[in-house]
């Protein structure tokens, strides 16, 4: 397998879980002693989360632009960014690398495309779902993705910087969370992305009533057959 280097961080709650996943699922495929080649760069999320406060998108792409150089010199021969929010740079990043980058959102596109559906509910931070960039991209592969309201988009953000990335999960905050899913289904959702990698540490499949798509772990699943598992 190519060294996969993973810019992590944001926040670490969730980069532990791609680590914990890309381990295990090279320890089912290869047996033994075998654990996953990673280079991991963990960043200090509250640097990158002030960037995302103030707006300041040009100095976040450039940071993470070059946290990324970092890793191809050091070896890595194929990139992931352990968040769906910062993906709104991922075209600064993989204009400064010369491997390849596995983006997060053509991963679920090809999940989505794999169970036939077409239509889809985006949850993630306030970012991904008011901005077009995770909605842009998932078009490119012929998938239309509907936010929720206005009210609910508060209510998702504000669990996932509140409670998630500090490590909090409570069965309140799930409930919620299961109201948002079940608005996005009456307006039409076949299934629903859980398009912050902290929402795993929430929601699962039992707690929709149409099939959810868990970036973190697709995006392990395609960085690891990219990188030759």
């Known amino acids: 397998m190519q060294m996969i280097g993973v810019l992590g961080g944001m926040s670490w709650e969730s980069s532990l879980d791609w680590y914990r996943l890309a381990n295990e699922r090279v320890r089912q495929e290869l047996g033994g002693f075998h654990s996953a080649p990673i280079l991991l760069d963990s960043l200090d999320f509250a640097e990158i989360e002030a960037m995302q406060a ?69 949850l993630g931070t306030a970012f991904t779902m008011e901005q077009t960039f995770y909605r842009d991209r998932l078009a490119q592969h012929g998938i239309t993705a509907v936010i929720p309201s206005a009210e609910d988009r508060a209510t998702v953000h504000g669990v996932i910087y509140d409670e998630l990335v500090q490590g909090i999960v409570t069965e309140q905050s799930r409930q919620k969370y299961r109201d948002v899913i079940a608005h996005l289904v009456a307006d039409g959702a076949e299934g629903v992305i859980l398009g912050c990698t902290e929402i795993e540490l929430l929601i699962t499949q039992q707690d929709a009533p149409v099939p959810v798509f868990p970036t973190t772990a697709l995006h392990v699943e395609a960085a690891l057959k990219a990188a030759g598992l």
């Open 54 to 122: 103030s707006g300041d998108w040009e100095a976040a792409g450039a940071l993470l632009a070059a946290h990324a150089r970092g890793l191809e010199a050091a070896g890595a021969g194929l990139i992931v960014l352990c968040t769906n929010t910062m993906h709104l740079v991922a075209d600064r990043i993989t204009e400064a690398i010369n491997v390849p980058f596995q983006h997060i959102a053509d991963t679920t596109a090809e999940a989505i495309r794999s169970a036939g559906l077409t239509t889809v509910g985006l």
